[in-house]
Nanobody, 122 residues
């Protein structure tokens, strides 16, 4: 089955940078889009950035100009470069992807990674 595995989270000081990675694996035929969401306790999970198969991108207003999403199609991997980090960026970041796969039948579904903690603090 399809799995998403995130890496790159950790502790960083305000104004610093961090790069997240998410690799999709399994019986993948194609990936329509991959993106990043984040969530803090007591709040709804929110979209951070998304990139389509055609390379189109979209960002939350709160991160626009600071974060950059990119992908490596050969590796089925999406990246999130986070610059000028602020304490309010602290959250669990989740990878998300819309994937077409085939085992015994075609399946189009949306998948989530396990999440990776990003903490911005002095």
């Amino acid at each position: 089955q399809v799995q998403l595995v995130e890496s790159g989270g950790g502790l960083v000081q305000p104004g610093g940078s961090l790069r997240l990675s998410c690799a999709a694996s399994g019986s993948i035929s194609s990936i329509n889009f991959m993106g990043w969401y984040r969530q803090v306790p007591g709040k709804q999970r929110e979209l951070v950035a998304i990139i389509t198969s055609g390379g189109s991108t979209n960002y939350a207003d709160s991160v626009k100009g600071r974060f950059t999403i990119s992908r490596d199609n050969a590796k089925n991997t999406v990246y999130l470069q986070m610059n000028s980090l602020k304490p309010e960026d602290t959250a669990v970041y989740y990878c998300n992807a819309d994937i077409l796969s085939y085992v015994s039948r075609w399946i189009r579904d949306n998948y989530w990674g396990q999440g990776t903690q990003v903490t911005v603090s002095s």
